[in-house]
C-alpha cells in the first residue's frame, strides 16, 4: 500500500479503479506507528518550560494539599459535636489557625475554633461552618443544623498524592502543568529540547513579497504559512528559503537542510509532475514513500528519510499545504518532539447548507461556526484560496465512506485551537 503507485496525470483527487488510495485513519495510523522522539532530554526551571514537551513523568514529592485543610472562613469543629436538629452552640476556643499559621492545640469536643480558607484542620476537628452562617456573642457560636460531615473541608492528597505521576511523559506543559509541578514540590523538569525544522518552498514562480514580481511569479505564501504553523507548535523553525524547480539545488537544499535539523518540511513539487524535483531528489537522497492518501484537498505527499530526517513534502497549493500539515505532519512532528500522538477532538455541528462530496475518500472544508451550533463551510473549495483559511475556524471534517452532505445533517468539526493555533 505504501510502495510506488502509478500517478494520476488528470484528477489527481479521483480513485482510479483497482488502486488503493489509502484512507486518512489507515494513513494515520501507519505514520503513527512508525514515528519516535529524537530530540535530546534536558532539565528546566518552571520558568522556562512553558510550551516544551515532558520527557520523563513527573512524580510529586509531596502530597498536594500536604494536609486537610479549611475550604472557607469559618470555624472548625468535630461533625460529632452536632446535634441531629435546632440551633447548634459551640464554645469558642481562644486562638485559631490561619494559613500557614496552624493551630498547635487540640480542640475539644463541643468547641469551635476561628480558621481561615487554607488553614490545616487543628486536631480534634473534621468540619467547617462557614462564618456567614454563624452567629458569635460571648464566647460561643451558634448556627442552624443540616452541616455535613466533613463540609468546607479539603482532603489532604485530594489533587495528588505524595508519589503519585502528577504529569505523564509526553504533554506539553501549559500554565496548568507548571501549577501542577510547583504543587507537588517540583521546581525542574526533564523536557525535550525543541525540535527543529528547517523549512523551504520550492518553485521556479516563486518570488518573496517585498519584490517586485517578474511576469507570472507570485509571492511565496506557504514559507511564512508553515513557518507560523511550526512555531505554534512550539518546534524551533530553520528557515531555508526558496528553491527553484532545478534537481541540483532541491538536492543542495535537502542535503543542506538535513545537517542542522531534526525534520524538513517543504511546500510544492511533490507529486509526479515534470518540475516536482522533491519527490524524484528524495528518491535519490534516501528512502522515499509517496503517500496516496483519499483526502481533499491533497495531492501524493512525498514522505521521506534522509539519514535519520525526515523529510515532508508538502503540496505547493497554500490551503492544501495547509490540511495536509495539520493532519499528517503536525502529528507525526509532534511524535519526533516526543509529544504524544495528539488525537483531535471532533465536535458535532450542523451545516448550513449542502456540499458535495464523494465517497472513497477524506474531505476537509474550511467551516465556520454560526451560533447555535451551526456550521457554514466557505464559499469555495479553492485551493490557493487562503482568505478561506482566515476567514475559518476550523476544518469540517467529510468521513472516507460519507457521499454528499445535505444541510442540517451533522458533521464533524475540527477547530484550529485543537492544532494549537
Ligand atoms: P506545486 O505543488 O508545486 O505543483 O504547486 C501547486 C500550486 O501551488 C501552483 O499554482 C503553485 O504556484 C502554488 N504554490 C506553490 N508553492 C507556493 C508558495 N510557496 N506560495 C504560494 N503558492 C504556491
Ligand atoms: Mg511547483
Known sequence: MWGWLEMLKNDCFALPPGVDWTPVPEALDALRDRMTPVTAVETRGLDDALGRVLAEDAIAR??????????????????????????????????????GAPFAGKVP???????????????????????????????????????????????????????????????????????????????????HRPLRVAVFSTGDELCDPADDPAPGAIFDAN???????????????????????????????LTEAVCHADAVVTSGGASGGDEDHIARELTALG??????????????????????VPVFGLPGNPVAAFVCFLIFARPALLRLAGAEWPDLPRFPLTMTGPAKKRAGRTEYLRGRVLPGGQVEKFRSEGSGLISGLRWSDGLIELAHDRGRVEAGETVDFIPYSAFGL
Open 109 to 191: 469536643p463541643g468547641h469551635a475554633l476561628r480558621i481561615l480558607t487554607g488553614a490545616v484542620m487543628p486536631a480534634g476537628t473534621d468540619c467547617v461552618v462557614m462564618q456567614e452562617d454563624v452567629e458569635a456573642a460571648n464566647g460561643r457560636i451558634s448556627f442552624g443544623s443540616g452541616l455535613k460531615p466533613g463540609a468546607n473541608r479539603r482532603r489532604g492528597g485530594e489533587d495528588i498524592e505524595s508519589g503519585a505521576t502528577a504529569i505523564t511523559a509526553g504533554r506539553i506543559l501549559t500554565p496548568a502543568d507548571l501549577a501542577q509541578a510547583a504543587s507537588v514540590g517540583l521546581a525542574t523538569l526533564a523536557v
Open 62 to 99: 509531596r502530597s498536594t494539599p500536604p494536609a486537610d485543610n479549611a475550604a472557607v472562613d469559618g470555624y472548625a469543629l468535630a461533625h460529632g459535636s452536632l446535634s441531629a436538629q435546632g440551633t447548634q452552640s459551640l464554645a469558642l476556643l481562644d486562638g485559631r489557625a490561619a494559613a
Open 223 to 253: 514559507r511564512p504559512m508553515l513557518s507560523g504553523l511550526l512555531r505554534a507548535q512550539g518546534f524551533t523553525v530553520i528557515d531555508k528559503g526558496r528553491v527553484p524547480d532545478n534537481a541540483a539545488a532541491i538536492r543542495a537544499a
Open 287 to 308: 528512502a522515499m514513500t509517496e503517500w496516496r492518501v483519499a483526502m481533499k484537498p491533497g495531492r501524493p505527499l512525498a514522505l521521506g528519510q534522509i539519514g535519520q
